[in-house]
T-cell receptor, first 111, second 114 residues
């Protein structure tokens, strides 16, 4: 499975945007880019996913580079509730596409 | 309702005990998963069931025995565990196993082996 690289941690002020980068230089043409997050003492939670085009939903936006070798998860206005570990995961859309977590980015939101 | 329910929330067991973790979903999902998460580490996939049949076993030791008695239930039977098996065990489900499907996680069962 193709690997992703994320910063260990990022800090943001409340109500400011947060841009979480993810590098996936070995991505294949059939890999979806998925983002999940895990709040303290909870199970992981789906955030967003995309293939080639940028995607928006009520939680976040996903900006995918034209060559697909990197992507950025954007939280438009961080709240204290957004403090979590954010995982960028590649899943092959052909076949079973295991959801396998890397180390993730710990997001700290300060009031 | 996008809920995956896991019981018990906490379990302490001895190394000679036999216990089970239970997971239930009523979303009509046909794929169910077990993950293991050690403290400060990401979740690791253990098993995947698709249409009540085991489709993926990530080389998990036989002291962990999964069971999917019907499309809504997933069990993880535990026997002769070691202290290093202490972890958070997460159950999850998705509509289908294929990778375009969102996976929904439960809150997990905290297991301590003494």
């Amino acid at each position: 499975d193709a690997k992703t690289t994320q910063p260990n941690s990022m800090e943001s002020n409340e109500e400011e945007p947060v841009h979480l980068p993810c590098n996936h230089s070995t991505i294949s043409g059939t890999d979806y880019i998925h983002w999940y997050r895990q709040l303290p003492s909870q199970g992981p939670e789906y955030v967003i996913h995309g293939l080639t085009s940028n995607v928006n939903n009520r939680m976040a936006s996903l900006a995918i580079a034209e060559d697909r070798k990197s992507s950025t998860l954007i939280l438009h206005r961080a709240t204290l509730r957004d403090a979590a570990v954010y995982y960028c995961i590649l899943r092959d859309r052909q076949g079973w596409g295991k959801l396998q977590f890397g180390a993730g980015t710990q997001v700290v939101v300060t009031p | 309702d996008t809920e995956v329910t896991q019981t018990p929330k906490h379990l302490v067991m001895g190394m000679t005990n036999k216990k089970s973790l239970k997971c239930e979903q009523h979303m009509g999902h046909r794929a169910m998963y077990w993950y293991k998460q050690k403290a400060k580490k990401p979740p690791e996939l253990m098993f995947v069931y698709s249409y009540e049949k085991l489709s993926i076993n990530e080389s998990v030791p036989s002291r962990f025995s999964p069971e999917c008695p019907n499309s809504s239930l997933l069990n993880l039977h535990l026997h002769a565990l070691q202290p290093e098996d202490s972890a958070l065990y997460l159950c999850a489900s998705s509509q289908l196993q294929s990778s375009g499907n969102t996976i929904y996680f439960g809150e997990g069962s905290w297991l301590t082996v003494v």
